[in-house]
């Protein structure tokens, strides 16, 4: 076991010092009800523990276990909802908040409206999951957003009992931000430049001298996007060796 250095604040308890620190800005600089606040000694003292990046994914050799449950869920916008996230790498929101007015059948595509970087990003529509968006179609389509549900702005909170359901029944623990990494990780199995892996999954590159001068085209994007679906399908088939790979077009 790792032991976390002496004198620093690790864990939840540097997760609640960070709750503190936020209430006491707020009585130091709006309320103005004390002189300065406790917890910048912290920061002076650099005694805060860094972050450490999470790395969870779904390994290849799992991914059919988790596939097939996900494909067992009853709760169809659960079910598309996450075959989206693997096979696109969005983010949870910008899935969710998906409108069928920006779904593009014809051309394969989807817009995903003010994501994380304030822009509209388009993503790719493989044909492994494309049948199970249009039937979910048939069953939201009355509605503007593709996943409607009970929230305050419409759509569907996370599917956690869903996700529950199917790492229950896989045995792979996962959350929505998992599926983001699994899908790049996948990306970089078939061989994808870390740069066009970047453009999927609508990472800046602006702050890359050398992404800067990257804008992959739209037909290098989808046959990007396809090539990772195929890596999926061969390692979901329920049998393998009998399985010929949709052919994908640009």
């Not at 969005?90 to 394969?108: A, H, S």
């Not at 990780?185 to 800046?204: C, D, Q, R, V, W």
Request: aromatic share 8%; proline share 5%; no cysteine.
């Amino acid at each position: 076991m790792v032991k976390a250095k002496r004198n620093s604040f690790t864990g939840g308890r540097d997760n609640k010092m960070r709750v503190l620190r936020l209430l006491m800005t707020y009585a130091h600089k709006t309320l103005k009800a004390i002189d300065e606040n406790p917890v910048d000694i912290l920061t002076e003292g650099k005694l805060w523990a860094k972050s450490t990046r999470k790395a969870r994914m779904i390994p290849s050799d799992h991914l059919k276990a988790w596939y097939q449950a996900v494909l067992n869920l009853d709760n169809e916008k659960a079910k598309v909802y996450l075959l989206l996230l693997l096979h696109t790498g969005l983010r949870d929101q910008d899935v969710r908040y998906l409108e069928w007015k920006d779904i593009d059948f014809n051309n394969d595509s989807f817009i995903a409206r003010d994501t994380k970087n304030h822009t509209d990003f388009t993503a790719y529509i493989a044909p492994q999951v494309k049948p199970y968006l249009r039937n979910l179609k048939a069953i939201t389509g009355n509605n503007p957003f593709v996943f409607p549900g009970d929230t305050k702005d419409g759509v569907m909170g996370i599917p956690r009992k869903p996700i529950t359901q199917v790492a229950k029944q896989s045995g792979i623990e996962f959350s929505s931000h998992d599926l983001k990494r699994t899908f790049l990780t996948i990306g970089e199995a078939t061989m994808i430049p870390f740069s066009l892996l970047k453009a999927l999954a609508n990472h800046k590159t602006n702050n890359d001298v050398t992404g800067g001068y990257i804008n992959p085209e739209t037909k290098t994007l989808k046959a990007a996007t396809f090539q990772i679906a195929d890596y999926i399908q061969q390692h979901t088939a329920p049998n393998e060796k009998n399985i010929i790979p949709l052919k994908t077009t640009t």
